[in-house]
């Protein structure tokens, strides 16, 4: 069985949940199977309805709890929620592939240090970030081949935090505009289709920037 723990299911984790699903079903064809446990303190507010996978039936409730949920029900799948932030106790699952979709440089700090404390080299780590119009996404394993992406971009973990959480569907999009997310969920998907498929990505990372419509990948250092 493979297995993938997703931390944070916001704008860019909720996205990313959807695709994850279908790549179930994808494995399941071929043979194997992918079970998914998601990690999220957060609630839906009225602000998470324009960017995130989220209904209006769902505010109030537990983000993780709605969307894993969803696809229980919907797939028939078993897969698990917990309603807090991450905690290196997470990892026992032995996941496949660690996912953060977090917005907060804190958040990629405690699960940074727990992959290096817990498990060096051991696990592909896999992490979703963003501006307005702009983004990466970026995979690392902790190796001098395949660093972590907190090691590769030190600023994800270094300097201090963005401005908290958005009230307002308006405030949202000032910040993070319509389809930035998106854009990042579909990369992330895919490095996260190659290590269960191959064991490994193909690739390290993508850079885009939507005002430019450029994508620039990150290759393995023997193939730059």
Request: charged share 30%; glycine share 8%; net charge negative.
């Amino acid at each position: 069985m493979k297995k993938v723990l997703l931390v944070g299911v916001g704008g860019n984790g909720s996205k990313l949940l959807v695709t994850l699903a279908r790549a179930a079903s994808a494995l399941e064809a071929v043979g194997q199977s992918l079970h998914v446990v998601a990690v999220d303190p957060d609630t839906v507010s009225e602000a998470n309805l324009v960017r995130q996978a989220f209904l209006p039936a769902d505010l109030g409730r537990n983000k993780a709890e709605v969307l894993i949920g969803r696809v229980n029900r919907l797939y028939g799948r078993a897969w698990e929620w917990r309603a807090r932030p991450f905690e290196p106790e997470d990892l026992r699952l032995d996941p496949d592939a660690v996912v953060t979709a977090v917005d907060s440089r804190r958040a990629r700090r405690e699960v940074w240090e727990a992959l290096r404390e817990l498990k060096p080299y051991g696990f592909w780590w896999v992490d979703l970030g963003n501006g307005d119009r702009y983004g990466q996404v970026l995979a690392g394993k902790g190796s001098p081949e395949a660093p972590y992406p907190a090691e590769r971009e030190p600023s994800l973990v270094e300097g201090e935090e963005e401005e908290g959480p958005s009230c307002s569907v308006l405030e949202a999009l000032r910040r993070q505009d319509l389809l930035v997310n998106d854009l990042a969920a579909v990369w992330a998907a895919e490095l996260v289709w190659q290590i269960l498929r191959e064991g490994r990505p193909r690739y390290l990372g993508v850079y885009y920037d939507l005002d430019r419509g450029t994508t620039r990948s990150v290759p393995f250092p023997s193939e730059g």
